[in-house]
């Protein structure tokens, strides 16, 4: 039960960094009285971007660093989707409303979902990715 909660407040810990520039901008628009532009912000799918990331590092390094056999197909199978379906959306995203001029708000929804996906992919894959590695640290 130790082992979980530490596994749990280090994906906390990691998230809450990626999380960061979304707290600063905050304080800014709250102080500039203009929430909604918290929402029309492109850090959404930055941090999605970020955290899609965090957990490709993260299985594949808890992966790489166990003594456990996996079948590379269902590891490669993992983080295809993860880049299919995660990683490569947000950065067209991204790209897209940098691009756009004004703000088109079908594609901050869009941002904001893939952000919720990302960290749920976070926290379920890099829970798996940091006990795997943690469980080598323990044997």
């Known amino acids: 039960m130790k082992l979980e909660r530490n596994l ?6 990691e998230m809450l960094f ?16 203009q929430y909604e532009l918290i929402f029309y912000n492109t850090e959404w799918a930055m941090m999605s971007i970020i955290l899609y990331g965090q957990s490709i590092v993260k299985f594949s390094s808890g992966v790489a660093n166990s003594n ?5 197909q269902l590891v490669s199978l993992i983080m295809s989707l993860i880049i299919i379906f995660g990683l490569v959306p ?7 409303n940098l691009l756009n ?6 594609l ?32």
């Open 108 to 139: 901050h929804i869009a941002q904001m979902l893939l952000f919720i996906v990302s960290i749920i992919t976070f926290f379920i894959v890099g829970y798996v990715g940091q006990k795997l590695i943690d469980g080598k640290k323990q044997l």
């Open 8 to 13: 749990f407040y280090v994906l906390v810990s």
């Open 90 to 96: 947000s950065i067209i995203i991204l790209i897209i």
């Open 18 to 33: 990626t999380i960061l520039p979304l707290i600063v901008i905050t304080i800014v628009r709250s102080y500039q009285n």
């Open 68 to 72: 456990l056999k996996f079948r590379w």
């Open 101 to 106: 001029s004004e703000p088109n708000f079908g």
